[in-house]
Nanobody
Framework: QVQLVESGGGSVQAGGSLRLSCSAS????????MGWHRQVPGSQREMVAHISSGGSTNYARSVQGRFTISRDNAQNTVDLQMNTLEPDDTAVYYC??????????????????WGQGTQVTVSS
């Protein structure tokens, strides 16, 4: 089973920067796409940024040019550098990963796993 552990987040004033990190661990797996999503109370979770195993990136329009997603395939980590933060960026941020898991019996299982979430608060 694959697990994700997030770090980073916190409180910052508008215009500031934060960096989120996420690390995947488990047994006999391979990570495919990884991403960051965010959610505010009463709203649906929205995709913020996504990066494929080959390094192709995709961003929500609201963060384009301010956020940068990156990954280290060897370490199974994904980071989100957030610059020029705005109060509207306040949310719980979740790391997400799509993976293949390889069983001892030779089976291969596809799955998606989420981190526990980390709070980002931007004050005006």
């Amino acid at each position: 089973q694959v697990q994700l552990v997030e770090s980073g987040g916190g409180s910052v004033q508008a215009g500031g920067s934060l960096r989120l990190s996420c690390s995947a661990s488990g047994r006999s797996f391979r990570i495919n796409g990884m991403g960051w999503h965010r959610q505010v109370p009463g709203s649906q979770r929205e995709m913020v940024a996504h990066i494929s195993s080959g390094g192709s990136t995709n961003y929500a329009r609201s963060v384009q040019g301010r956020f940068t997603i990156s990954r280290d395939n060897a370490q199974n980590t994904v980071d989100l550098q957030m610059n020029t933060l705005e109060p509207d960026d306040t949310a719980v941020y979740y790391c997400e990963a799509d993976y293949w898991s390889y069983g001892d019996d030779g089976t291969t299982t596809a799955g998606r796993v989420w981190g526990q979430g980390t709070q980002v608060t931007v004050s005006s």
